[in-house]
């Protein structure tokens, strides 16, 4: 082991996690050692470490219970910990790393709710560690593209967006059979998901959001939504359930090697239970969800999302006082750690339209890139793992305080949805 390694240790070894590690001990091998793993299941562990070994020639590395996390830092010394666990357990394990002297890779989103933002930061400027957050959209060249688009003035100043994203039956559904359908889990979509959008219209703009109002309901997916429909066949999890069988809305986790590796063989020791019907009656996240936002800017958006749709994808317009941009792309659904992480969020096609307000029409092209995310993951990865190694004119690599307000208008919208109220967010942190 090379003293000038970055020495890298990884809590949550799940189906996201399994990126930063195969890129660890494969691309990065060169800088960098993976020096831990920890988790609530030994036997997610053994999977990770059999990877790691059987498929790229590594040594297995020790493993940590949950509970652990604190020895694990003692005893292997990591310069930055990977964190790729539940969200809600996020400010938990960043907070740790920081205070032991660690600086921090996490998954979006940083955390949930406000609370735990203002943990973040409290403890980010007690401690003076680092923090990146891992915005793989931000890197992906067609949203790449939209910066650079507005950074330059194509429009001029930008006065609104309108942001629809869709998820489809395949990939929209996933989020109800999955720990994500649980609110105190996930933050509900406009913040597991949506910090994405709401973390790309800041990027684009250069802006942050002020005020915010929302809508959401559950429309379609759980249990009394599917009787309304006329639904009689229920079952609680997919895996060993007859009615299960042929369900569009069904995984069949024994014959994917991926997700009967990670999930189903671990369920014993982890309790988890990766293939719930997303019919059920203790879903507790939004499918339907509308939200206004006005930014610091002036600017205003309009956001929508919905995750029962017939394909997915997005559809962008803004508009400048030099003209109007729409941006449309259809991506490939996909179920979350049931394949090749290639495909994950892959672009079918993608289309940048501007319309100048005094010229005629035309078509922006685009870089295409190999990878997961349209391209995004294998940059980011680069940037994440070789820092600074070319300059980037757009500035994507993201800190605690660009993931904090990505989660500010899902957090907003959040409560907007309680109460009914419009929200003013610098209400809710103070950075």
């Known amino acids: 082991m090379s003293d000038n390694k970055t020495r890298y240790a990884q809590v949550g070894i799940g189906g996201r996690g399994r990126m930063y590690y195969e890129a660890l001990c494969s691309e990065y091998a060169d ?7 920890c988790d609530l299941s030994q036997t997610r562990m053994d999977y990770a470490n059999s990877v790691i070994r059987d498929k790229l020639g590594k040594a297995p590395v020790p493993t940590y219970y949950y509970t652990d996390y604190e020895r694990m830092i003692r005893e292997q010394h990591p310069d930055i910990v990977i964190v790729t666990s539940v969200d809600r357990t996020h400010d938990d394990y960043i907070v740790r790393a920081m205070e032991m002297g660690c600086d ?63 998820l489809n039956t395949v990939h929209g559904a996933d989020y109800y059979r999955r720990w994500h359908r649980n609110k105190v889990n996930s933050g509900g979509l406009l913040v597991h998901k949506a910090t994405h ?19 959401g309901d559950t429309n379609f997916y759980g249990r009394q939504n599917a009787e309304k429909r006329g639904e009689t066949k229920f079952y609680y999890r997919c895996h060993g359930s007859e009615a299960a069988r042929g369900d569009h809305f069904a995984i069949d986790m024994d014959n994917n090697p991926n997700l009967k590796a990670m999930y189903l063989d671990a369920e014993e020791d982890s309790g988890y239970i990766r293939d719930r019907s997303v019919f059920g009656d203790d879903i507790s996240i939004e499918d339907t969800m509308a939200v206004l936002v006005r930014y610091r800017n002036n600017a205003v958006m309009s956001y ?33 750690a049931g394949g090749d992480k290639n495909q994950e969020g892959r672009v079918r ?71 009914g109220l419009p929200v003013n967010v610098a209400d809710l942190v103070h950075f």
């Not at 800088?31 to 793993?37: E, G, I, K, R, Y």
């Not at 959008?197 to 809508?215: K, R, S």
């Not at 501007?354 to 295409?368: Q, R």
């Not at 995004?376 to 820092?387: A, N």
């Open 31 to 37: 800088t960098s050692d993976l020096v831990a793993f």
């Open 104 to 166: 921090v890779i996490t998954e979006k989103p940083i955390t949930t709710d406000a609370r735990k933002a203002q943990r973040i930061i409290d403890a980010q400027k007690r401690t003076g560690r680092h923090i990146r957050v891992a915005f793989n959209y931000r890197y992906a060249p067609h949203h790449t593209k939209m910066r650079e688009l507005i950074m330059n003035g194509t429009i001029g100043e930008v006065y609104s967006v309108h942001f629809e994203w869709l």
């Open 197 to 215: 959008h709401f973390d790309l219209v800041n990027f684009w703009l250069g802006t942050e959001p002020e005020t915010v109002f929302a809508f």
């Open 304 to 336: 929508s999302l919905n995750s029962y749709l017939p394909w997915e994808g997005f559809n962008v317009m803004m508009n400048g006082s030099k003209g109007r941009i729409e941006y449309h792309a259809v991506e490939r659904p996909y179920i979350n």
């Open 349 to 419: 096609t993608y289309d940048i339209l501007v319309y100048p307000m005094l010229g005629e029409p035309y078509h922006v092209p685009i870089d295409h890139i190999e990878g997961g995310h349209g391209g995004g993951d294998p940059v980011m990865l680069r940037d994440l793992f070789h820092p600074g190694e070319q300059e980037d004119p757009f500035h994507r690599a993201a800190d605690h305080v660009d993931g904090i307000k990505s989660i500010l208008t899902g957090v907003a919208a959040n409560r907007s949805i309680a109460s």
